[in-house]
């Protein structure tokens, strides 16, 4: 079967941001000192099971971006036509998890839908009970077996993947302690995660784990799906606000006067409108300008897709003023000390001061910045979603399922795995982001005094 | 001190012309007023006279910026600019799409918003500064450290996990008060417990940290050593000595927020159903009334210019060396 692969805007972004990760790794790769902080991030085991957890919401995230169209089996005149649904790498990995939809609510691990519905049974009587599940369980002859077939499938599961983790930390334990990273979290974490993946991809071959929602989609598949609209939120938001902070606060610090002046003006003005409410302001003017150009996008996926580019340019938009005082500040303070006034007496340029003087000393700033307001701006999604001003409602996100979940809180019985699905995985993600960003701000933070030196 | 206020007051004109002049190009120059006439009338099918009625009735069918037809001072006063954007700095907020006066709406709605926001910010005031004087108290200890890791879990839960959970515990499980509404007067205390419970709760994390790193910075200072030696118990330099010089940071902080308050918080508002100014903008939100949302964040900004001033004031109540001139 033919495809054909589409690079969304976001997709474009996230491979720019990863380029330019990759191409900073080397860069510090390449510099004993700069490597020096990064060092004692390693060194601290929060750290670095933090990172290990985020790098598996990473690759989740990264298998999602890789998006394409698969070929409709009917030509067109010869021409190829391709299906208008935008599918994904991670998709087609979970292909089950996404193509098996019940008709609606059912509970985690349930053989049976939610309610109660009218089964014409083989005699042709009507009769009011809990009809089976199209997927969930359906090898199963009898219902009542339902909990053993389960135990048994999850222990398969879990003793699988913990054979597979004692592998991976068998073959990686001396490579880690090599680097002086802490082996013995890092083994337990890497134990019990595998041990979790082992378990939940065992029974998502019969069942629906997490259950699924109103119209039947498994609450797992949407839980995974929604990790890459967090982390894009996450990251894309500092392509606007890492160029805007750091060339306008350097800037306005380094060569003061009316310069300065404009930017604090700008910086004031947008940091003394609510950030709510100008984000608010800002989405629903986007919202016009979408719907009266249906003609831009060829799929609903783009257009969706073009909206979360656009809050992502919002946040960025009404989050750098922060970051730009802090640099501002920071330059100021800089350009009086006595090596920039040798560089200048020595006649070296503006330009060259800014960029070999300035810019190196100010990059931990930045670095922390980022690292500590990625989890927050994760946490802003849901609520901008709740808000009505968040992603397009059509985008798999942890803000869209906890809204749609957010009305069967009233059902009697409850409909409560969505939202603890929503909340857990959102609660793992943002916990991970923000033990790994105290671990980066103990370890780059100037001004907590260490004596003791790693090598 | 007076001299100084009266040109703060003037400095932060420039601020709300930004604003205002933000506003306007967001609101009208992005998408024009034809584009939301067929916003709210539908997409499709949309005759001509019909946009043009909108237009009439909500008061968009004049000139941007400048009105040539009009002769004098009409030039200036004839436009969408004068009328609708400009209006707002003598507080006249105009009309909202059901035909509403936003004055009066916003003058009748804060205090349902204030009576959530104003408890909130006293209560979580005390308890995010004792619990933080706690933890500085038995800093470096198990006791600490568990505070702080305590601290980061709650930081890392969603505020709405916060609220869908306490609502479904107190008044679902507990039935101990009602899941939502309000009245006047005391009668509200049933409504308004829970909301200024959970507002102290979601941020007891992120709020109480903070202070502990003002506090801990405190510790190390020259006065701390000086008040021990004097003999001081440790209860009494923190409480008595610390806290009162750290002053300085945690207004810094806090004073900014204290005329916001009136604006209330969009989600508890929303979820409990009081009826102020936090749920009068979602619903605004939620039905694309621009005029209701431009008067908000006109207003938004407005009362933030005021907490930044207040702010300064507070510095001279609390540091008599400051000395504002």
Redesign the interface.
């Known amino acids: 079967m033919s495809f054909m692969p589409v690079i969304l805007l976001s997709d474009a972004l996230v491979f720019l941001l990863l380029a330019a990760g990759i191409a900073c790794a080397w860069y510090v790769r390449q510099r004993e000192h700069l490597l020096l902080p990064w060092r004692r991030v390693a060194q601290s085991a929060t750290a670095m099971v933090s990172l290990l957890v985020l790098s598996l919401f990473v690759l989740v995230g990264l298998l999602d971006t890789l998006h394409y169209r698969v070929a409709l089996p009917e030509k067109n005149n010869g021409e190829t036509v391709y299906s208008p649904e935008v599918l994904s790498v991670f998709d087609k990995l979970v292909t089950p998890l996404r193509a098996q939809t019940e008709k609606t609510y059912s509970a985690p691990l349930a053989v049976t839908l939610y309610a109660k519905e009218s089964i014409i049974d083989a005699s042709g009587n009507v009769l009011r009970d809990y009809p089976r599940l199209r997927y969930g369980g359906s090898h199963l002859t009898d219902v009542r077996q339902r909990d053993s077939d389960a135990l048994r499938r999850g222990l398969a599961g879990a003793l699988t993947g913990l054979m597979l983790g004692v592998l991976i930390v068998l073959g990686s334990k001396h490579w880690f302690a090599q680097r002086g990273w802490p082996v013995r979290p890092l083994s337990i974490a890497i134990l019990i995660i595998s041990v979790l993946i082992g378990t939940t991809a065992s029974l998502a071959t019969a069942y629906h784990v997490l259950g699924t929602d109103k119209v039947g989609q498994d609450v797992l598949y949407l839980s995974l799906k929604s990790i890459r609209t967090g982390l894009i939120i996450g990251t894309v938001t500092t392509l606007v606000t890492l160029p805007l902070a750091l060339l306008l606060g350097i800037a306005a610090g380094y060569m003061r006067g009316w310069v300065d002046d404009v930017i604090q003006y700008v910086y004031t003005v947008l940091s003394s409108i609510p950030s709510v409410l100008l984000i608010a302001a800002a989405v629903l003017m986007m919202q016009v300008t979408i719907d009266m150009h249906p003609q831009w996008f060829d799929t609903s996926a783009s257009r969706a897709d073009l909206r979360l580019v656009f809050l992502c340019l919002i946040l960025g938009v009404t989050s750098w003023t922060g970051l730009c005082r802090l640099l501002r500040g920071e330059t100021l303070k800089l350009r009086e000390m006595e090596y920039i006034q040798a560089a200048q007496a020595f006649g070296v340029s503006p330009m060259r001061i800014l960029t070999r003087h300035i810019m190196p000393n100010v990059m931990h700033i930045v670095l922390i910045s980022l690292v500590m307001d990625f989890s927050g701006l994760v946490l802003a999604e849901a609520v901008l979603s709740y808000v009505g001003v968040g992603v397009d409602p059509s985008m798999i996100s942890f803000g869209t399922m906890i809204n749609a979940a957010r009305l069967e809180m009233g059902r009697e019985p409850m409909v409560w795995w969505a939202l603890t699905a929503a909340f857990g995985f959102m609660l793992v993600l943002v916990l991970a982001a923000n033990l790994f960003a105290d671990a980066v701000r103990d370890a780059f933070d100037p001004r907590l005094n260490r004596t003791e030196s790693v090598m | 001190m007076i001299a100084y206020l009266i040109r703060r007051i003037l400095y932060s004109l420039?601020?709300l012309v930004?604003?205002n002049l933000?506003?306007f190009a967001?609101?009208f120059v992005?998408?024009t007023p034809d584009?939301?006439a067929?916003?709210q009338l539908g997409?499709k099918r949309v005759t001509p006279d019909a946009i043009a009625q909108w237009k009439q009735q909500h008061g968009y069918d004049k000139p941007l910026l400048l009105n040539s037809a009009a002769s004098g001072t009409g030039k200036i006063t004839g436009t969408i600019f004068w009328q609708k954007s400009a209006s707002m700095f003598v507080l006249d907020f105009g009309y909202s799409d059901d035909g509403r006066n936003i004055g009066r709406e916003i003058a009748t709605r804060m205090w349902p918003s204030l009576s959530i926001a104003l408890p909130t910010f006293l209560v979580g005031l005390v308890v995010y500064i004792t619990f933080a004087l706690l933890m500085t108290l038995f800093r470096a200890t198990a006791l600490d450290i568990a505070g702080v890791a305590l601290c980061?879990?709650l930081?890392?839960?969603?505020?709405?996990?916060y609220i869908?959970g306490g609502?479904?515990v107190v008044s679902?499980l507990w039935h101990l008060v009602p899941i939502s509404g309000y009245t006047g007067g005391l009668d509200s205390f049933k409504f308004v417990v829970l909301p200024i419970a959970i507002g102290v709760i979601g941020s007891v994390g992120s709020s109480s940290r903070w202070y502990r790193t003002i506090f801990l910075e405190e510790i190390g200072k020259d006065y701390v050593r000086t008040a021990r030696a004097k003999g001081l118990s440790e209860l009494a330099v923190l409480f008595r000595h610390v806290l009162k010089n750290a002053m300085i940071p945690i207004l810094t902080g806090v004073v900014v927020v204290i005329p916001?308050l009136f604006?209330g918080s969009?989600?508890t508002e929303s979820f409990f159903g009081i009826p102020g100014l936090g749920s009068y903008?979602?619903d605004a939100?939620?039905a694309?009334d621009?005029s209701v949302?431009?008067a908000?964040?006109f207003l938004?900004?407005l009362l933030?210019?005021a907490g930044l001033i207040l702010t300064d004031i507070s510095y001279t109540i609390a540091d008599p060396r400051v000395r504002l001139s």
């Open positions: 420039p601020i930004g604003v933000l506003t967001l609101f992005v998408n584009d939301m067929r916003m997409i980061v879990l930081m890392s839960v969603s505020g709405l996990f869908i609502q479904f679902k916001l604006m969009l989600l903008t979602i939100i939620n694309q621009f949302v431009r908000m964040v938004g900004s933030y210019i």
